[in-house]
T-cell receptor, first 116, second 114 residues
Framework: GAVVSQHPSRVICKSGTSVKIECRSL??????MFWYRQFPKQSLMLMAT?????????EQGVEKDKFLINHASLTLSTLTVTSAHPEDSSFYIC????????????FGPGTRLLVL | AQSVTQLDSHVSVSEGTPVLLRCNYS??????LFWYVQHPNKGLQLLLK??????LVKGINGFEAEFKKSETSFHLTKPSAHMSDAAEYFC????????????FGGGTRLMVKP
């Protein structure tokens, strides 16, 4: 149980284009999903917290107009990197919390984005 | 405020020998503590968690960790390393019963020599 998937696992795009990454909770309902960014050989940095049916809460320094987050259902959140640039190349990881549970986040396998 | 310090960025052990990955934390609240493992180009897998119950926590794959409040530590151990344990390990803290506020340590890369 508590499986989180991400699609795609890897994506390469040209500079200036937009890329959408999906995060799905496969066997549970997730009222809250989180998006993290991980640079090579570094730890995870929280980008935003996404609550189903409401606007995402972004961490300081994260541009909400560049990283669009939609959480339209209890099993799906999407992150769209708009007008991507090479510096947006990174490993993006989502996680989800079980509805009603307090502590544990379950993580997806990550999406490797390379912007040329 | 909360923070996590993983004292070693790299740890190298021989297969079959014990593993010790060190973690110290600070938190204004009664914390929950986690260890996650990340294999190359993969997401994070929960190894174990402490949430104010027993101070010695047993996790998957033979790992365990002991919460020591007096030392503000939550070190991860395993009696005998296996080649498949080679990965990146993250110590994570959150205020108890508030899973929204995870703070990650910098990570420790565990290397296992044959």
């Amino acid at each position: 149980g508590a499986v989180v998937s991400q699609h795609p696992s890897r994506v390469i795009c040209k500079s200036g284009t937009s890329v959408k990454i999906e995060c799905r909770s496969l066997d549970f309902q997730a009222t809250t999903m989180f998006w993290y960014r991980q640079f090579p050989k570094q730890s995870l940095m929280l980008m935003a917290t996404s609550n189903e049916g409401s606007k995402a809460t972004y961490e300081q320094g994260v541009e909400k107009d560049k990283f669009l987050i939609n959480h339209a259902s209890l099993t799906l959140s999407t992150l769209t990197v708009t007008s991507a640039h090479p510096e947006d190349s990174s490993f993006y990881i989502c996680s989800a919390k079980l509805a009603g549970a307090q502590e544990t986040q379950y993580f997806g396998p990550g999406t490797r984005l390379l912007v040329l | 405020a909360q923070s996590v310090t993983q004292l070693d960025s790299h740890v190298s052990v021989s297969e079959g020998t014990p593993v010790l990955l060190r973690c110290n934390y600070s938190s204004s609240y009664s914390p929950s503590l986690f260890w996650y493992v990340q294999h190359p180009n993969k997401g994070l897998q929960l190894l174990l968690k402490y949430t104010s119950a027993a101070t010695l926590v047993k996790g998957i794959n033979g790992f365990e960790a002991e919460f020591k409040k007096s030392e503000t530590s939550f070190h991860l151990t395993k009696p005998s390393a296996h080649m498949s344990d080679a990965a990146e390990y993250f110590c994570v803290v959150s205020p108890n019963n508030a899973g929204n506020m995870l703070t990650f340590g910098g990570g420790t890369r565990l290397m296992v020599k044959p």
